[in-house]
DNA sequence: TAATACGTTCAATATGGATTGAATATTGCG
DNA sequence: CGCAATATTCAATCCATATTGAACGTATTA
């Protein structure tokens, strides 16, 4: 490979990095894809920790999510007794796996704390309005209608544009 | 207000900065947000502070960084000098101008390497074609379509989808 | 203009979470 | 089965970056 090829695709595998980096999922991931993306050859987790020069259970751990977001696959090679990886190229694909992973993970979670907050509105109907009740629940009321809509969006929408 | 309310306000907050703070903008930025957005009256720097348990240092940079993205404004209160703020509760408007501003950031910067790539490529046509070259240049191009979809999937519909 | 009250900045520090690597589990092979 | 090669796990460590707070800048009042 030539000199320049080799320089090229050192600097994709740095920004790779500086990419995963920058939105909170690790260097390391965006290396590994870049570098698999970027060989002929399926690599092995070796092939990673040399090139990259990251330990051992670094590599494990970055290739494993890749595979579960789909973004390198194992191929066997025979008489080869290591895991060989290959990158998937449809990215479609991938940003839309690791974004139901990243983003689905969160939506979960906010759920119960809203549901309390309903329970709350629906219980204090009966009681006298105070100002500063009757505001939360305005605002509480507002929330709800959000996460609604995001959720409805996310549903129908944003997947379906990324995923071809 | 009664116990429950403050305690599920606490919980609003609570929660607000964990969300800000596993997308890796930091806690404080959702706990201000959450503190303000459930308070009746326009809050100031000493109300967070006091509030939050924060440094003035923090405050003051939360409610900068959340007035830029339209979710907290200033009003003035007449005889008083400290800042007060209140909240926006377009959260559509909120998370579209946040969302422009963090990952507008990122596209701008991964240019020139792609632009770097395409001029090698154009250069090496006249050259003779060794696999490995071939491949690189397969891989650029895939990667290079993938951005420009992603582009304008991102530039056509996603900020209007969550605009209203 | 000085004095005071408040907001902002940024170098220093604390903290969360990414990374390591030795210990452990698993796989392939004779 | 037993051995060797490889992969995975997870407590300890490291590092990027969020947070702090003292110093500085700015606005207001008398």
């Known amino acids: 490979m030539t000199d320049e090829l ?55 751990m970055s290739v494993r999510q890749l595979e579960q977001w789909g973004a390198v696959r194992q ?24 974004l139901l992973d990243l983003i689905g993970r969160r939506m979960e979670t906010t759920d119960t704390l809203l549901e309390d907050s309903e329970a709350y509105i629906k219980r204090s109907k009966t009681s006298s309005p105070d100002p500063e009740s009757k505001f939360m629940q305005q605002r509480i009321k507002k929330l709800r209608h959000f996460r609604d809509r995001a959720q409805y969006i996310w549903d129908s929408s944003v997947l379906r544009l990324l995923l071809k």
Do not use: C, M
């Open 75 to 98: 191929v066997w090679i025979k008489g080869e007794r290591k895991d060989h990886y290959q990158a998937n190229d449809d990215f479609g694909r991938i940003i839309r796996r690791a």
């Open 6 to 60: 080799t320089q090229l695709r050192q600097r994709f595998i740095e920004r790779g990095g500086q990419i995963t980096q920058s939105i909170g999922i690790g260097r390391v991931i965006g290396q590994s894809f870049a570098h698999i993306y970027f060989s002929p050859e399926p690599q092995t987790l070796d092939d990673l920790t040399e090139a990259l020069q990251i330990s051992k259970g670094s590599a494990s």
